[in-house]
């Protein structure tokens, strides 16, 4: 959830991860953004000192996630049905 949160729809802050629609809890989301930084996955750097707030990003090898994610979720729609999200045309549209 979160690489997919940072990079298909560019979520960057804690609150803003904590905001998506499965509404993950605050320590959960916490432990594993630890967990993702640990195993470089994810980034962050300070943009305020006061308090200290962070913005994340993926690494490259995060971003080398978005092949198993497309993968999933194909395999998703095709035995579980639901609706179908392309972050290929979400990508068009913002180069555009």
């Known amino acids: ?13 804690f609150q803003a991860l904590q905001s998506s629609a499965e509404r993950i809890h605050t320590n959960l989301l916490s432990q594993r953004l630890k967990k993702l ?11 305020q000192g006061r308090p200290i707030r962070y913005p994340y990003h993926p690494t490259e090898g995060g971003q080398n ?15 579980l049905g639901g609706r179908h999200y392309n972050p290929q045309t979400k990508m068009s549209r913002l180069k555009s």
């Open 37 to 47: 930084i640990k195993w470089q996955l994810v980034r962050r750097e300070v943009y």
């Open 1 to 13: 959830m979160i690489i997919r949160a940072l990079i298909w729809h560019e979520k960057r802050t």
């Open 65 to 79: 996630l978005e092949n198993v994610l497309l993968q999933i979720m194909t395999w998703g729609h095709l035995h």
